[in-house]
């Protein structure tokens, strides 16, 4: 995803790599930034790679040269921009943490990346390698995060060894999404809530 590190040719004689550098990363970031902006005023469908060129003030060729479609450039503005939601393990047990995370979902869900990410999730329903790309950066690694820490839980008896990660993650976060996308209210108390319900600890 990033550009290749900056290092100096080490042939004598021919001129340093170095040059340029720091400017493309600046692009690259400018580049980013106008997509994400463009992706969660207009939706997926309301943005096209013109429009990033445009606001971003680059050329066509800048834009290619590190991605090829806009579904690339889309994911990767919103991966971006995306916040942490995982606690930290220093500080919190495994169940600590789910319930803390649990928690986290709600307010991110409220936020600005939240509300891009539910635009995402519209969109993937007709655009099959939007589909694609989303479950493999965004989904799967997210959704491991959390199975994994239900399997610390697991691991220090807080949950029954008998528990389905995945199903407990459906669980957790399957109705704060849903009354989101539906436009109802997701509160911190609520998934506080739902955790308290599913986990009954």
């Given at each position: 995803?990033?550009?290749?590190?900056?290092?100096?040719?080490?042939?004598?004689?021919?001129?340093?790599?170095?040059?340029?550098?720091?400017?493309?990363?600046?692009t690259r970031r400018a580049i980013l930034k106008s997509a994400f902006r463009l992706l969660r005023e207009n939706g997926f469908a309301g943005v096209s790679m013109q429009q990033i060129v445009t606001d971003a003030g680059v050329s066509t060729a800048s834009v290619y040269r590190?991605?090829?479609?806009?579904?690339?450039?889309?994911?990767?503005?919103y991966l971006e921009s995306m916040g942490e939601l995982l606690p930290s393990r220093n500080r919190l047990t495994a169940l600590?943490?789910?319930?803390?995370?649990?928690?986290?979902?709600?307010?991110?869900?409220?936020s600005e990346n939240g509300r891009v990410f539910l635009k995402l999730l519209m969109a993937i329903q007709e655009e099959r390698e939007l589909y694609d790309a989303f479950y493999e950066k965004v989904f799967q690694p997210r959704r491991a995060?959390?199975?994994?820490?239900?399997?610390?839980?697991?691991?220090?008896?807080?949950?029954?060894?008998?528990?389905?990660?995945?199903?407990?993650?459906?669980?957790?976060?399957?109705?704060?999404?849903?009354?989101?996308?539906?436009?109802?209210?997701?509160?911190?108390?609520?998934?506080?809530?739902?955790?308290?319900?599913?986990?009954?600890?």
């Open positions: 995803m990033d550009p290749l590190k900056r290092g100096a040719d080490s042939k004598p004689g021919l001129p340093k790599r170095t040059a340029g550098r720091p400017r493309s990363e600046k590190w991605w090829k479609n806009k579904h690339e450039i889309l994911l990767e503005a600590k943490r789910l319930r803390e995370y649990t928690v986290r979902v709600a307010a991110f869900l409220q995060e959390g199975c994994e820490v239900v399997r610390e839980a697991m691991a220090a008896g807080d949950l029954p060894s008998t528990v389905d990660p995945d199903f407990v993650i459906d669980l957790l976060m399957g109705p704060q999404i849903l009354r989101a996308l539906l436009g109802k209210e997701v509160t911190p108390d609520l998934a506080a809530r739902i955790f308290d319900y599913v986990v009954r600890k």
